[in-house]
């Protein structure tokens, strides 16, 4: 059976595999799991924290990657991606958020919209996708 849509939630939770058509050629085909895993991050963490606002030289390590960080009436809030979950990723936030007024953190697995827009830039630059793409 064959599902299109634009509404990637509904892929996640419907299908097997994912095809991505551009230009009128299969760009991706492969399973669900592995499309995900194109990302290069395995979930995005949101900290919210009150006080200073850390520097993203805090956030320079090996598993977690300062995505952006903002600041608003004294309270900073800051976007993290994790590379992979491991016993690594969790020293590395602890020692990121030594001393920080930590007030909220929010932990997202990575979605597929995530993957999407990332391929999309790719495609959009005409950037080779690569031949791990297709899985069949």
């Not at 990637?8 to 991505?20: G, N, P, Q």
């Not at 919210?48 to 977690?64: I, K, L, Q, Y």
């Not at 996708?129 to 297709?134: D, L, M, P, S, Y």
Request: glycine share 10%.
């Amino acid at each position: 059976m064959l599902l299109t849509s634009h509404y990637l939630l509904d892929i996640e939770r419907l299908a097997d595999r994912v095809l991505v058509l551009a230009d009128g050629c299969v760009q991706v085909d492969m399973g669900v799991a592995k499309f995900a895993g194109l990302a290069g991050f395995a979930a995005t963490v949101t900290v919210r924290g009150r006080g200073p606002t850390p520097g993203p030289e805090r956030f320079v390590a090996e598993d977690v990657v300062m995505d952006a960080i903002t600041e608003k009436d004294g309270l900073w809030t800051a976007r993290l991606r994790v590379r992979d979950w491991g016993t690594g990723a969790f020293g590395e936030l602890g020692r990121a958020l030594t001393g920080a007024d930590v007030i909220d953190v929010d932990v997202a697995p990575v979605r597929l919209e995530d993957v999407y827009a990332h391929l999309t830039e790719q495609l959009t630059a005409d950037v080779p996708v690569a031949a791990e793409a297709h899985d069949r």
